[in-house]
């Protein structure tokens, strides 16, 4: 952290501490008294982003101004619900009036007027949206976060909800806003999953470093220190980067390596029939993984890939076994 940045770190946190000692940052028992509520209810409106909290010396303390008239309560908890995917002291920033402000004052000012607060709710949906943003991008190479100068090989980026998980919001942003190059050649690449803050700030949320291997028709996967290879369908186009992209993260989304591949998807790997895969697992040629646990029935990448290796081989040497007798 350089000098200028420790600094301010060290007199946002005094404004913080003054803040509590004047009174404005309330502790959650202080805001159960002032609602009525028992402190369960007030940590449920927390955790629903209802109310937002702000850590002074790892205390949570809640903005006093968010103790409004039992009549408006429901609005302003509305309100806070849409802010809700940007930093808390931005949060309230906009409920003040401080930042990008449409209005005169503090946007509490606006909850008496149903015109004036149904312009306050569009205004919300705007800034948030601001926050909440995922951006997938897909780089040529293994490379670290801060290293993206050259056009993506593929990007996408999506307003998604923040509370859904970091893979299901990357699957929710791939297919808006798409741009790729076509007919490109991957070999190794890096996949980026971050979330993009105003000004175009983007915090990496997921890394993952692909490889293409077994002649295009697998993917070494590495995320979050654990590696493991995907094997891609037989008609499968690797100088798809869009397809790489979707496929990936179908993958982690479910739960990567553990939950292994659909009997479809394990038919469309072999080049067969579903009946067929059946057989496979039946005579225990194919192993079943972790997801036939959970309620369906899942075939392991390994074995997948394994079986269709020793059918490649099996193919060839009969080919060959026929060419020499010709």
Same mark, same amino acid.
């Given at each position: 952290?350089?000098?200028?940045?420790?600094?301010?770190?060290?007199?946002?946190?005094?404004?913080?501490?003054?803040?509590?000692?004047?009174? =404005? &940052? !309330?502790?959650?028992?202080?805001?159960?008294? @002032? +609602?009525?509520?028992?402190?369960?209810?007030? $940590?449920? *409106?927390? #955790?629903?982003?209802?109310?937002?909290?702000?850590?002074?010396?790892?205390?949570?303390?809640?903005?006093?101004?968010?103790?409004?008239?039992?009549?408006?309560?429901?609005?302003?908890?509305?309100?806070? =619900? &849409? !802010?809700?995917?940007?930093?808390?002291?931005? @949060? +309230?920033?906009?409920?003040?009036?401080?930042? $990008?402000? *449409?209005? #005169?004052?503090?946007?509490?000012?606006?909850?008496?007027?149903?015109?004036?607060?149904?312009?306050?709710?569009?205004?919300?949906?705007?800034?948030?949206?601001?926050?909440?943003?995922?951006?997938?991008?897909? &780089?040529?190479?293994?490379?670290?976060?801060?290293?993206?100068?050259?056009?993506?090989?593929?990007?996408?980026?999506?307003?998604?909800?923040?509370?859904?998980?970091?893979?299901?919001?990357?699957?929710?942003?791939?297919?808006?806003?798409?741009?790729?190059?076509?007919?490109?050649?991957?070999?190794?690449?890096?996949?980026?999953?971050?979330?993009?803050?105003?000004?175009?700030?983007?915090?990496?949320?997921?890394?993952?470093?692909?490889?293409?291997?077994?002649?295009?028709?697998?993917?070494?996967?590495?995320?979050?220190?654990?590696?493991?290879?995907?094997?891609?369908?037989?008609?499968?186009?690797?100088?798809?980067?869009?397809?790489?992209?979707?496929?990936?993260?179908?993958?982690?989304?479910?739960?990567?390596?553990?939950?292994?591949?659909?009997?479809?998807?394990?038919?469309?790997?072999?080049?067969?029939?579903?009946?067929?895969?059946?057989?496979?697992?039946?005579?225990?040629?194919?192993?079943?993984?972790?997801?036939?646990?959970?309620?369906?029935?899942?075939?392991?990448?390994?074995?997948?890939?394994?079986?269709?290796?020793?059918?490649?081989?099996?193919?060839?040497?009969?080919?060959?076994?026929?060419?020499?007798?010709?």
């Amino acid at each position: 952290m350089r000098v200028t940045e420790s600094a301010q770190a060290v007199a946002l946190e005094e404004a913080r501490r003054a803040a509590v000692r004047c009174g =404005e &940052l !309330i502790s959650v028992e202080e805001m159960g008294v @002032r +609602l009525r509520r028992p402190r369960q209810d007030i $940590e449920r *409106l927390l #955790n629903k982003g209802r109310l937002f909290s702000i850590d002074v010396d790892d205390t949570p303390y809640i903005p006093a101004i968010l103790d409004v008239q039992s009549k408006f309560r429901a609005r302003l908890w509305s309100i806070c =619900e &849409l !802010i809700q995917p940007a930093h808390a002291e931005s @949060r +309230l920033a906009f409920l003040m009036g401080i930042r $990008e402000s *449409l209005w #005169n004052g503090s946007a509490l000012d606006l909850l008496s007027d149903e015109e004036a607060y149904r312009r306050l709710l569009s205004a919300a949906r705007a800034w948030a949206a601001e926050w909440s943003r995922t951006t997938v991008l897909l &780089l040529d190479g293994h490379r670290e976060a801060e290293h993206w100068r050259e056009a993506p090989l593929f990007q996408a980026f999506g307003e998604i909800d923040p509370r859904y998980p970091t893979w299901s919001r990357a699957s929710r942003a791939v297919g808006r806003n798409e741009s790729f190059q076509r007919g490109v050649v991957i070999g190794r690449a890096t996949l980026f999953v971050c979330k993009t803050e105003p000004r175009g700030r983007k915090t990496v949320e997921k890394r993952v470093l692909l490889t293409v291997a077994d002649r295009g028709t697998t993917i070494a996967v590495t995320a979050d220190g654990h590696s493991f290879l995907l094997p891609l369908a037989s008609n499968f186009d690797i100088h798809d980067a869009g397809k790489i992209v979707r496929r990936v993260l179908r993958q982690m989304e479910r739960g990567g390596e553990e939950v292994g591949l659909s009997v479809k998807e394990a038919a469309e790997v072999l080049a067969c029939s579903i009946d067929s895969v059946y057989r496979l697992l039946l005579d225990r040629r194919l192993a079943r993984a972790i997801g036939s646990a959970q309620g369906r029935l899942t075939v392991t990448l390994e074995s997948v890939r394994s079986y269709r290796a020793t059918a490649v081989l099996r193919a060839r040497l009969e080919k060959a076994s026929g060419a020499s007798l010709q």
